[in-house]
């Protein structure tokens, strides 16, 4: 039956045949969505006026109003009819006898009605008091009766929403929160509200709500789908039910998912995920943008009086090469080329998530627009902004969600498409799968300081659950995955193996020490057997933590902790018997040897500077990945400060450290003297690298005490002051048991900054000790970094000045 034959029969036989013209368009088959709302509405639009002119008659300055959803030509079978009987206050008793013959008939019918009578003047000033009237009234459509009355309203309503938005664009956003609050997250909850939660059809209003308001608008790309797709499944869930409900129960989902002609009901719930992920993200950015404006309109009259009514320049702030800040948000610096820096979206992700800002919509449509492919492997900087960036905290969160909205998280990481929206179905889990593993990650920071290569526990906590994409043990079908992933991360084939291990084993310990025999030396063993070395078990351990703290409050306790760390412990002892001592330290090279023996003959430094070349765009993973930055080679006659003046030259040319050793070298027989060897590598933080021979002067300059470094520094922090950025975990420094005969070691894990290498080594001299050799390295924000020490006599230091000098030196590092 066409449109209008359902029309005729609700114009020709009255409520009753209203009724069964409306049966008969919701059981037809052939129409459904959008086709589907509007033809109810059109249905019940003809039905309305024809109701409205049997009961008018002569009547003059009235008319019949269509608000919300129903004005917006979005009826779906069980929806409210949301109407307004508008009037000029001529002859409020005949509008009164209309009111009554209109909603009568829709009681009669069981159709839930909200409605009002009111006169123009009422309405807005009802609109003035109540936001919620007010939201409904930006969508008002004229039914019947005095097409000027309405049109006049319609025009009055928007000129005062667009006049108040300043004043009513806030409180808008407080109701949002606070029902967000109340509802939950729309793209993770298990029996969602389509239309309250977050992410639901009350925020898709809301944004079309600040969108009339001139104000600012939402991101368009996507967001009309995702509204169309939820009330799609809005309608299904009210025709299974035959209720009017928005509330998506588990019993009914496969029902729901059946009439929509999908799969199962995991499949309609990351459709539904999808759309509120959409949404949410148009939300965040539009709320954003609004706060933006009226901020920006509050200081403006007072910069023009204070500038004499110039034009105000946005600030910008560098934070990494091609990255900048502008008004609290991360943009693309001008002269940045997302065509030829494929390392660009990590760049500029690491450093807002360091910033703890939010990622320009700009700036990630641009890099996904024109950002090349990463090769295969990935360069070694592409690698360490992703472990930056996991390593950010909670603002990795955010950042992530941005990347991921304009699909550059699975063009880089193709695998994440099969977790991306996953739902999982299971009481103990808050999160689907995708945001269960960011948050392992954000959780996993925490234990940065815990382990001994930060970078592989971030990595693992990324990947543990990448199988649940797959049929199968999601722990067995991931461990494939890690390896791949892993690999062309750029990871060396010694660091594949042990992510692979800990996704393969990432519930082993929580599971054995829950349900096994932990006096039973036979689990002790097979433990260890699994997972091979003391390193892989320290990692193990914190990925269990985080894992469990990541899945929900349920999943985890102290009674859990204690026994995994009880396993853990026992493990650990039947490791130990297995542990090698560590191989020999290198020969010296003959770069290294020259520059020695040109150290002794000048009494000064000498330094190589050596840019690192690109390695073939297939090559295969290693045991030696390409290195990340240049490489610096730093000869000098031993004198105290070494380590400080070196590293404080470094951090006043913003250069980052990423790896360094220093050692004595070992000079040819014939060569009196004794020089110390620095072998660095180094990154600018942006722009380009100093030249040789400025640093060189410099360092000169700084071991002999005339160039300040310690001011220079500070002036320079002074001059940017620190952002609010990441609250990392505090820095740990611990005295490594038996780790040396010779020496005592100093193992130091903190948040890299610039500077931090500077201040270690001067609490190292200040404390009075000598440093016989230093490994230092940054991975991602984590500096790792192990000082060998002696007291002047070159013995171990005792137990008790060891411990002395790491807390104080833990205590400098923390002020």
């Known amino acids: 039956m066409t449109s209008t034959n359902v029309r005729k029969d609700a114009e020709d036989s009255g ?3 209203y009724a069964a013209a409306r049966l008969r368009l919701l059981q037809e088959g052939a129409r459904s969505g959008p086709p589907r709302r509007s033809a109810l509405a059109e249905l019940t639009d003809d039905w309305l006026a024809g109701l409205f002119t049997a009961g008018a008659g002569h009547l003059r300055g009235v008319s019949l109003i269509a608000v919300g959803g129903y004005g917006r030509g979005e009826l779906s079978p069980r929806s409210d009819l949301d109407l307004v009987l508008l009037h000029d206050g001529g002859d409020p008793g005949a509008v009164a006898a209309l009111a009554d013959r209109i909603w009568y008939p829709v009681w009669d019918l069981g159709l839930a009605l909200d409605h009002s009578v009111r006169t123009p003047a009422e309405a807005r000033k009802t609109a003035a008091e109540d936001l919620k009237v007010q939201l409904g009234l930006l969508d008002a459509r004229h039914i019947a009766g005095d097409l000027g009355l309405t049109a006049g309203l319609r025009t009055a309503v928007l000129a005062d929403w667009r006049n108040q938005a300043p004043k009513r664009l806030p409180e808008l956003q407080e109701l949002c929160a606070e029902r967000a609050e109340r509802q939950g997250e729309l793209q993770y909850l298990l029996e969602p509200d389509l239309k309250e939660a977050r992410g639901g059809l009350r925020d898709a209003t809301a944004l079309r709500a600040v969108a009339a308001s001139w104000l600012a608008d939402a991101p368009r790309e996507g967001l009309d789908d995702a509204r169309r797709r939820l009330l799609d499944v809005r309608d299904a869930l009210h025709l299974t039910t035959g209720r009017a409900t928005d509330r998506l129960a588990l019993q009914e989902q496969d029902q729901v ?13 990351r459709q539904v995920y999808e759309a509120a992920r ?10 954003r943008e609004v706060g933006r404006v009226l901020k920006s309109r509050a200081v403006r009259p007072r910069l023009r009086a204070m500038l004499g009514g110039g034009k105000q320049v946005a600030e910008r702030s560098p934070l990494a090469e091609g990255v900048v800040e502008q008004d609290g948000e991360v943009v693309l610096a001008r002269a940045a080329r997302p065509d030829r820096d494929p390392v660009l979206p990590l760049r500029a992700a690491a450093a807002a998530a360091q910033a703890g800002l939010p990622l320009s919509l700009h700036a990630v449509r641009r890099m996904a627009a024109g950002v090349r492919p990463l090769p295969t492997p990935w360069p070694a900087e592409a690698r360490e902004q992703l472990v930056t960036l996991l390593g950010s905290g909670r603002p990795t969160v955010d950042v992530w969600e941005a990347l991921e909205a304009e699909g550059l998280i699975t063009r880089m990481l193709p695998d994440w498409e099969r977790v991306r929206c996953r739902p999982q179905r299971n009481a103990v889990h808050i999160w689907t799968v995708d945001r269960h593993l960011i948050e ?6 925490e234990f940065t300081r815990r382990v001994h290569r930060p970078d592989l526990l971030l990595v693992a906590a990324l990947l543990h659950d990448i199988g649940k994409g797959w049929p199968g043990d999601h722990s067995v079908a991931g461990e494939i995955i890690a390896k791949d992933v892993a690999a062309r991360i750029g990871f060396d084939r010694d660091d594949v193996a042990v992510l692979s291990t800990l996704v393969r084993h990432h519930l082993l310990l929580v599971d054995t020490a829950t349900r096994r025999d932990l006096e039973d030396p036979a689990t002790v063993r097979s433990v260890a057997e699994a997972v091979g070395s003391q390193g892989t078990l320290e990692l193990l351990h914190a990925l269990t933590e985080a894992d469990a703290l990541a899945t929900g409050p349920a999943a985890w306790s102290s009674w859990r902790g204690s026994l995994v760390a009880d396993l853990v412990k026992r493990v650990a002892a039947v490791l130990a018997g297995d542990d090698l001592d560590r191989p020999e330290a290198a020969a010296p ?3 290294q040897e020259r520059l020695a023996i040109e150290a002794v003959a000048t009494g000064g430094p000498v330094l190589s500077l050596r840019a690192q070349t690109e390695p073939p765009v297939d090559a295969q993973p290693s045991d030696d990945p390409e290195p990340l930055g240049v490489e610096l080679v730093i000869a000098v006659p031993d004198q105290p400060g070494v380590l400080p003046a070196v590293a404080g030259v470094l951090a006043v040319h913003r250069l980052t450290v990423r790896t360094a050793e220093l050692s004595a070298q070992d000079l040819p027989d014939g060569v009196e003297g004794s020089v110390l060897l620095l072998n660095w590598r180094v990154a600018a933080q942006y722009g380009s690298l100093p030249q040789a021979a400025r640093l060189r002067a410099d360092l000169v300059r700084a071991l002999d005490g005339s160039l300040d470094v310690a001011g220079r520094l500070a002036e320079r ?3 940017y002051p620190r952002r609010r950025g990441v609250l990392a975990p505090p820095a740990r420094v611990t005295v490594a ?18 500077g931090l290498l500077f201040r270690i080594g001067r609490a190292l001299e200040d404390a009075g000790v000598r440093m016989r050799s230093a490994h230092v390295s940054t991975l991602g924000a984590n500096a790792v970094d192990a000082f060998y020490v002696t007291d002047g006599k070159g013995a171990p230091l005792g137990a008790g000045e060891a411990a002395s000098v790491a807390r104080k030196l833990e205590e400098t590092l923390r002020g």
Request: cysteine-free; hydrophobic content about 50%.
């Open 15 to 17: 409520p009753s045949g």
């Open 257 to 269: 998912a059946a009439e929509l002609g999908l799969l199962d009901a995991d499949t309609l719930l």
């Open 278 to 287: 959409v949404i949410s993200y148009a939300s965040d950015v539009t709320w």
């Open 440 to 445: 392992t990650a954000v959780r996993a920071s």
């Open 589 to 591: 090279t003959a770069e």
């Open 717 to 719: 922090d002074a001059a």
């Open 737 to 754: 048991p038996a780790a040396s005969r010779h020496a005592t070691v100093i193992e130091v894990r903190a948040q890299d900054a610039p």
